[in-house]
């Protein structure tokens, strides 16, 4: 029988950085996102994972920047508003397919499973962070402005990565 976990949003984070005019990077987060995970047993080999992020959240502490990214040149989040990911393998890394900007494509990410332990109240909890890579304009994602000394200002590789904990229902 499958063992279903909830997330604890309040211990959990799904964020991004991408290289900003080739000289540094910008660091964002997603501030709504849900993720429903399903086990076999707790060492976690056959998992079900079905990840939704609200496009709308994206935030990078700069009001400006953020309208910018939910406009239709970056992702037109009236037009797509979730993010999905659906995994289909866990074991050192995570298999699966993420749609952004209405584009599903493969992806894997590196995972570390952190282990299960139980809190003071008695809720037995799991959690994982995990890491990746993916290209932007590999998903439509391709508004850029070329540099005067060379380059461009935003990289196509952006960096995602998370810490995510889970409560045994």
Do not use: Y
């Not at 200002?153 to 995510?164: F, H, P, Q, T, Y």
């Amino acid at each position: 029988m499958a063992t279903k976990w909830n997330l604890d949003p309040t211990h959990s984070e799904i964020t991004f950085k991408v290289r900003h005019m080739m000289i540094s990077n910008v660091k964002g987060e997603f501030k709504n996102f849900n993720v429903d995970l399903e086990s076999e047993d707790d060492n976690f080999k056959n998992v079900k994972a079905h990840a939704v992020i609200d496009t709308d959240s994206i935030s990078t502490n700069n009001t400006d920047r953020d309208n910018h990214l939910k406009s239709a040149e970056f992702f037109n989040a009236e037009q797509h508003p979730k993010i999905t990911f659906d995994a289909n393998s866990l074991n050192d890394d995570i298999t699966g397919n993420i749609t952004i900007n209405g584009v599903t494509k493969p992806i894997e990410l590196e995972v570390d499973f952190g282990g299960i332990n139980v809190d003071p109240w008695g809720q037995t909890k799991a959690g994982f962070s995990f890491e990746g890579k993916i290209k932007r304009s590999d998903f439509g994602l391709n508004w850029n402005a070329a540099l005067e000394a060379g380059g461009v200002m935003v990289s196509d590789d952006v960096k995602i990565a998370g810490e995510l904990q889970f409560v045994k229902a």
